[in-house]
């Protein structure tokens, strides 16, 4: 069956850094994009970084441009989220997403667990 799994997570203090991955399983995860989105207590969920097919392209939301990093590998289909400089306001549940146009939030057609990210002294 289809599964999205991410790891990485974890307490960090502010300025830190923290290495997301997703490992994908169960569909042909080179035809899709792949996105990280995050959502935080009381908060919608927010569309953070996306990143092409073939990794040639990348967005990042607003709030995590210079900051965040996201790659790809194909042939072990993971995708990762770097986090560097990481703030307080970072602190969420990061989800990685599979499917729907780069620059929306839209179209998603698998969805991972989870993975808490917690930026705090």
């Known amino acids: 069956q289809v599964q999205l799994v991410e790891s990485g997570g974890g307490l960090v203090q502010p300025g830190g850094s923290l290495r997301l991955s997703c490992v994908a399983s169960g569909f042909s995860f080179n035809d899709y994009v792949m996105k990280w989105f995050r959502q935080a207590p009381g908060k919608e969920r927010e569309l953070v970084a996306g990143i092409s097919v073939y990794g040639a392209d990348a967005m990042f939301a607003d709030s995590v441009k210079g900051r965040f990093t996201i790659s790809r590998d194909n042939v072990k289909s993971t995708m990762y989220l770097q986090m560097n400089s990481l703030k307080p306001e970072d602190t969420a549940i990061y989800y990685c997403?599979?499917?729907?146009?780069?620059?929306?939030?839209?179209?998603?057609?698998?969805w991972g667990q989870g993975t808490q990210v917690t930026v705090s002294s």
């Open positions: 997403a599979a499917g729907g146009p780069m620059y929306t939030d839209r179209g998603v057609v698998y």
